[in-house]
């Protein structure tokens, strides 16, 4: 089973950036959609981004024209580049297959904070 390291994570202030990456433990290659899941303190884990093997990609309204995901099957990798960051934001972010997946990394701590 795939096992995902996210990283990039870190304190920003408001309407700062910040650039996610996500470590394959294999080849994604074979992989059709990898996305980007966030959990807010006291909340569920939210959907915010996918992207497709052809690159097609959707996203949450609440991150629509402030995200964009992005993936390089050569390296193994998803990123999230993250603009006009919120308050909103602040979470736990984590990469995987789909919501159902039963292993999940450790994610990478977001706050958006002045």
């Not at 920003?12 to 910040?18: E, K, R, T």
């Not at 059709?32 to 992207?51: D, F, L, N, S, T």
């Not at 990798?77 to 984590?94: F, H, Q, R, S, W």
């Amino acid at each position: 089973q795939v096992q995902f390291v996210e990283s990039g994570g870190g304190l920003v202030q408001p309407g700062g950036s910040l650039r996610l990456s996500c470590a394959a433990s294999r080849s994604i290659f074979s992989i059709y959609v990898m996305g980007w899941w966030r959990q807010a303190p006291g909340k569920q884990r939210e959907w915010v981004a996918g992207i497709n093997y052809g690159g097609n990609t959707n996203y949450a309204d609440s991150v629509k024209g402030r995200f964009t995901i992005s993936r390089d099957n050569a390296k193994n990798t998803v990123i999230l580049e993250m603009n006009n960051l919120k308050p909103g934001d602040t979470a736990v972010y984590y990469c995987n297959t789909d919501s159902t997946a039963t292993l999940w990394g450790k994610g990478t701590l977001v706050t958006v904070s002045s």
